[in-house]
Every structure is written in C-alpha cells, then in structure tokens.
Nanobody
Framework: QVQLVESGGGLVQAGGSLRLSCAAS????????MGWFRQAPGKEREFVAA???????????DYADSVKGRFTISRDNAKNTVYLQMNSLKPEDTAVYCC???????????????????WGQGTQVTVSS
C-alpha cells in the first residue's frame, strides 16, 4: 500500500504561481512513476505530468493549451515527495489536482490514469481572472 497526501493548493490570480506537493508513505520504494492529474468541474480527469522513479524522465500533457513550459514536475526521493511547480497560471487551470503512483509497468500509457495504482485525495487549485 502507498498513501499519498497532496498540499499546496489554493486561490491565486491569473499569472501567479503555486507549488503542489505530494507526500508518499508506505511501500514508497515500489513507485515507478509518480504523476499529477487534474479534474475541473464537469470535465473528465486529465493527465498533467509524470516523473520516473529516478527523476531522469519527465512527461507532460500535450493537449491544447498544454501545461508544458509552465509547469515543472520534480521529486525528492529522500523525502518521498513529488512536486508540481505551476507558473503563469490561467483560469482554465482551475481544478482539483491529484497525485498518483504506478507500481509496475503496464500496457497503459503513463498519461492514462489506468496505469496508476494509488491516488491521493487531491488539492483544489483556483485561478481567478
């Protein structure tokens, strides 16, 4: 079992920044990929970013109005924590942000939520215009 607790969300004006944290506990050594997803009201959950266990590989969403270039994912294995630095925030970034852990490689893309085994409860990010 892996437990995940997110923090760092809040209300920020457009153009501002936030840094989300996701602290993992339990069988953290089994985490291969740690990722961030978000879900806006009335929309499906969507991939934001992911990072490999050693931090050497990072992945970002490639949908329209992508977060790449504005968001940066990183991790500190000594603290069992993954971060999401969010800059130049836009109102459309408003959502509940959840972190997730994949403990094995599957046929699912790491950009697909089905690749992940454990999820946090999420933290609300609200960007005002």
């Amino acid at each position: 079992q892996v437990q995940l607790v997110e923090s760092g969300g809040g209300l920020v004006q457009a153009g501002g920044s936030l840094r989300l944290s996701c602290a993992a506990s339990g069988r953290t050594f089994s985490s291969i990929i740690m990722g961030w997803f978000r879900q806006a009201p009335g929309k499906e959950r969507e991939f934001v970013a992911a990072i490999s266990w050693d931090g050497r590989s990072t992945y970002y969403a490639d949908y329209a109005d992508s977060v790449k270039g504005r968001f940066t994912i990183s991790r500190d294995n000594a603290k069992n924590t993954v971060y999401l630095q969010m800059n130049s925030l836009k109102p459309e970034d408003t959502a509940v942000y959840c972190c997730a852990v994949a403990t094995s490689w599957t046929s699912w893309s790491i950009k697909n939520e089905r690749a992940y085994d454990y999820w946090g409860q999420g933290t609300q990010v609200t960007v005002s215009s």
